[in-house]
């Protein structure tokens, strides 16, 4: 069992940086792959990232690449996104999830509760 919470959420204005953390329970934590995903309102929830169990590996949605960089601490349970650049369409719940290396939701079994990002122009 792994139970994650996010934070460092905010509200930001265009261009600036935010870096978002996960804190995971367990003693299985560097077992797992971890990812970041996010839903917009009225949107369907969408990829942004995943790291490996290692960190050695890791993918981007094309929208974040060369802005937002995820890495773990497996010492510190704790995995994090950080952002670089904002813009507004980077406005929405952000979530961080446990499973296998994958950019699909449905592979990851443990998720977040969310932290609520929002980008003004």
């Known amino acids: 069992q792994v139970q994650l919470v996010e934070s460092g959420g905010g509200l930001v204005q265009a261009g600036a940086s935010l870096r978002l953390s996960c804190a995971a329970s367990g003693r299985t934590f560097s077992s797992y792959a971890m990812g970041w995903f996010r839903q917009a309102p009225g949107k369907e929830r969408e990829f942004v990232a995943t790291s490996s169990w290692s960190g050695g590996l890791t993918s981007y949605t094309d929208s974040v690449k060369g802005r937002f960089t995820i890495s773990r601490d497996n010492a510190k349970n704790t995995v994090y996104l950080q952002m670089n650049s904002l813009k507004t369409e980077d406005t929405a719940v952000y979530y961080c999830?446990?499973?296998?290396?994958?950019?699909?939701?449905?592979?990851?079994?443990?998720w977040g509760q969310g932290t609520q990002v929002t980008v003004s122009s």
């Open positions: 999830a446990a499973g296998i290396w994958s950019r699909y939701a449905r592979d990851y079994e443990y």
